[in-house]
Every structure is written in C-alpha cells, then in structure tokens.
C-alpha cells in the first residue's frame, strides 16, 4: 500500500510539472501569437528598411525549402517504416543494387537547390557591404559597458549607457518594482539620433573587448573589435520615425546584459536641427575679445 501511495505522488507531481510546463508554453505562444511583427518571438522581424525586409525574404525562403525536404524525407522515412512494418524474415532484392536514374536525381536535385540558394544569399550579402553614397557617417566604439557616438565631420561626439532608472532597480536589493520601470534594461541615458530616409553609415569598433552593435529592425548586427574597424550600415524608410531598440550580442564581461542600444529616428528637418543644437552645446561660440587698441587721431 505504501509503495502504491508513493507512485501515485510521484505520478501528481510529474502531472503538475507537466502542467506548469505547459502553462508557460502556452503563455509564451499567447504572446507570439498578440506580437506585433507576425510570428512574434517565434519569427525574425521584417525590420523597418529595405534591406532589412530582403533579409527577411531570404530567411523565408529558406526556411520553407526546408520545410519542403523535411516533409518528402520525413514523408517517405514514414511511408517505409509503415508500409514495410511486417518484413522480418523477408529476403533482400539484390537486383536493387544500383540505379543510375535514382542517382542522377539525387545529384541534380541537391544541385539545383544549392543554385536556387546560393543566387539570392550571395546577392544580398553583397548589398550589406554596398557602403556607397552614403550621407552620414557615424564612428561607433563599443566599451565596458556602453557606446560612443561620434558623427564624423559635425564635430558631435557622446556617450550612451544604460539608463539610471534601470540601473538603480537591477542592483541586488534595490527594492524597486522592474515593472514599473519603462523599458527596463532597454533604454539609455543618450540614444543615437539618426535620420530616417537617408543612407547612414557606421564604423564600428571596441576600446577593451569585442563588443556587438545589434538593432534587429534595422536588420543590422556588426561586430566590434579593438584595433579593427567593421563597417555597416542602414536606411530607415522616410514614414518610420520613432524609437528602435537593440543590445550588445557579443559576450563581453560581468555587464553585458546592461549595454542596451536605442535609436532616435527623426525626420531630416528635426535631425538637423538637434545636430546643430548638439554642435552649439559641444562647440559654443568663443565671445570675441574687447579691443585694446588706440582710438584713431580725429
């Protein structure tokens, strides 16, 4: 009686543990399924810019001629192991040994959807490194931990790290509610002001360690090492203003986690005029001195 009372616990444990199990599944698929971007967590995101939209058509493309060969491999693996369930004992056809048409197919058929992907890939991995005529060229040097910003040839140059309000409630003890928290761990105290519609580049490097400049709706990830140079770069289509966050996707130390990156799309109008009230607040006008000289003899 005891050793039947302990299986029957053991069975209500695991029951509750496959119950909670599936209780987050569901909820992580509730929230997919309410995402904004389509498939939601489950799915790449198509981005806000064209070339972020074509690497989102190649990944598609993939990914169902993936789901294609699963299928007939799959498919026919099933069919064998139904169809052919009752054959032990039977005696092999030795008369099946070799087929040259059946080897034909399976050469050509790999072949034509090496081509069929190869073509694509290659043209737009070469579209990432287009870098020509670009308008704006921003040096980003990644560090522990945070980000700088300097805008070559405007003579603006910033700091960006990881919002005080996120900082003070991730410290252990804090007492403070993360859910109160905008953005928690997703905002920065100076994000980097870019305009929309116009091609910007970006030079990306480290001060300590490799660090990894990713924004996933720009469709953008470039890794930043010291004494290197990367360059990448993106444009916002001119109807997409508004705010795009990002992270550090390269393991670089104890605060990894805390180097967010958050862009500040604008229009061109109000880019420039933040551009020029950053220029006056870095570079103020020097007063001109009084003169010292003799007035003139009348």
């Known amino acids: 009686m005891a050793a039947g009372h302990e299986i029957q616990i053991n ?13 987050v599944l569901a909820a992580g698929l509730s929230t997919a399924a309410h995402a904004d971007s389509g498939w939601g967590l489950l799915n790449m995101t198509q981005g806000v810019t064209a070339m972020s939209r074509q690497i989102y058509g190649l990944h598609m493309l993939m990914f169902w001629l993936c789901v ?3 299928v007939v491999v799959f498919g026919v693996m099933a069919y064998s192991i139904f169809a052919f369930r009752k054959s ?14 059946v080897e034909i197919i ?64 991730r410290q252990l003890g804090s007492g403070i509610d993360v859910t109160t928290v905008p953005h928690y761990l997703l905002n ?30 720009f469709g953008v990830k470039k890794d930043a090492i010291p004494g290197f140079v990367n360059e990448t770069w993106f444009n916002i289509d001119a109807d997409k203003a508004g705010m795009y966050r990002g992270n550090c996707a390269e393991l670089c130390g104890r605060d990894h986690g805390f180097m967010p990156i958050v862009v500040d799309a ?32 009348q």
């Open 88 to 101: 032990r004992g039977a005696v092999a056809d030795t008369s099946l040994v070799h087929s040259t048409t």
């Open 106 to 169: 399976w050469t050509i058929v790999p072949i034509a959807i090496l081509v069929a992907t190869a073509v694509p890939a290659a043209t737009t991995l070469i579209k990432t490194e287009d870098l020509r005529n670009s308008q704006l060229t921003i040096r980003v040097t990644g560090f522990q931990w945070g980000w700088n910003y300097e805008y070559l040839n405007n003579g603006v140059s910033y700091f960006s790290r990881l919002d005080r309000a996120s900082d003070a409630a």
């Open 266 to 297: 604008r229009s061109k109008e109000d880019f420039g005029a933040w551009l020029k009230a950053k220029q006056l607040e870095q570079h103020p006008p020097t007063a001109s001195a009084p003169s010292s000289a003799p007035a003139a003899a």
């Open 188 to 217: 920065v105290d100076h994000p980097l002001v870019v305009p929309v519609g116009m091609k910007v580049r970006l030079l990306v490097t480290a001060s300590d360690v490799i660090h990894s400049w990713w924004v996933p709706a």
């Open 68 to 70: 294609a060969i699963a």
């Open 11 to 23: 069975m209500m444990r695991k029951f509750r543990s496959l119950s909670a199990f599936a209780a």
